[in-house]
């Protein structure tokens, strides 16, 4: 099936826009900025309104729309904690939120990934505290993040996780990889196995946009480790 043609048919019936989350798309999109596919803005929308999370994590914030995304059709009681690493996208991110009636609902915090996480997950106001993570960022290190990830995420919460299909280079065999892209592809089947098999986790690989991991933390995680 071309994707692309199924892309642009899923996206062609979307009609509930928000003016200012179209203008920050198109603008992220015409200077090459990574955001979500078109295709996930209403994915997480009914996500959003499923499980109504009070607190959000994203990991990668890029210039902010995602998270202005979540912000936008959640419960204006939620907040979102989203972290970034690059100096350029952090303060266009400020701008971005700062611009809108959002802001006050969404803390950056700027620094990589791996380091921010572990503060977070050991400071006893964010760990455990989280109804839902959004994994957006540099694909090879999910597998990484994950152990971090689920100390922050309550018991009964969801996880998604973008790019997981890698634009279906993950269904190849790794001789059709180019080299350069072999660690990310290992890595990224690494990940997918983890969450397949881990007993405290139920996730659902969806072939959505560049391919969308669902994974919800089951209650008795802490039982099961
Ligand atoms: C795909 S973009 C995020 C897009 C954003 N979620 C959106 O849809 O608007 C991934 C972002 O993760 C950031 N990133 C990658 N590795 C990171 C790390 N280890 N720590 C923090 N940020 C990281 C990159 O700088 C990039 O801006």
């Given at each position: 099936?071309?994707?692309?043609?199924?892309?642009?048919?899923?996206?062609?019936?979307?009609?509930?826009?928000?003016?200012?989350?179209?203008?920050?798309?198109?603008?992220?999109?015409?200077?090459?900025?990574?955001?979500i596919r078109h295709e996930m803005i209403s994915f997480l929308q009914v996500i959003l309104k499923?499980?109504?999370?009070?607190?959000?994590?994203?990991?990668?914030?890029?210039?902010?729309?995602?998270?202005l995304v979540m912000a936008a059709y959640s419960d204006p009681s939620c907040h979102i904690v989203t972290i970034e690493k690059d100096p350029d996208r952090i303060t266009a991110a400020r701008e971005h939120f700062s611009?809108?009636?959002?802001?006050?609902?969404?803390?950056?915090?700027p620094g990589d990934a791996q380091e921010v996480l572990e503060m977070l997950a050991n400071d006893p106001e964010h760990a455990c505290g989280y109804d839902m993570v959004f994994m957006d960022a540099a694909k090879a290190q999910y597998i990484h993040f994950l152990?971090?990830?689920?100390r922050?995420?309550?018991?009964?919460?969801?996880?998604?996780?973008?790019?997981?299909?890698?634009?279906?280079?993950?269904?190849?065999?790794?001789y059709l990889i180019p080299r350069r892209d072999r660690t990310i592809y290992k890595r990224m089947?690494?990940?997918?196995?983890?969450?397949?098999?881990?007993?405290?986790?139920?996730?659902?690989?969806?072939?959505?946009?560049?391919?969308?991991?669902?994974?919800?933390?089951?209650?008795?995680?802490q039982a099961i480790g």
């Open positions: 099936m071309d994707r692309q043609r199924l892309s642009a048919f899923i996206n062609a019936f979307d009609t509930d826009r928000d003016p200012l989350l179209t203008q920050l798309e198109l603008e992220s999109i015409s200077q090459g900025i990574p955001i499923i499980v109504k999370p009070g607190r959000i994590l994203e990991v990668g914030t890029a210039t902010g729309f995602s998270a611009g809108t009636d959002m802001a006050d609902r969404i803390r950056l915090i152990p971090l990830v689920k922050l995420m309550k018991p009964g919460a969801i996880m998604i996780s973008d790019n997981v299909l890698q634009e279906g280079n993950l269904l190849e065999s790794k089947r690494d990940y997918l196995y983890a969450l397949k098999h881990d007993p405290a986790l139920i996730t659902s690989i969806l072939p959505l946009g560049d391919g969308v991991a669902l994974s919800y933390l089951r209650e008795d995680s």
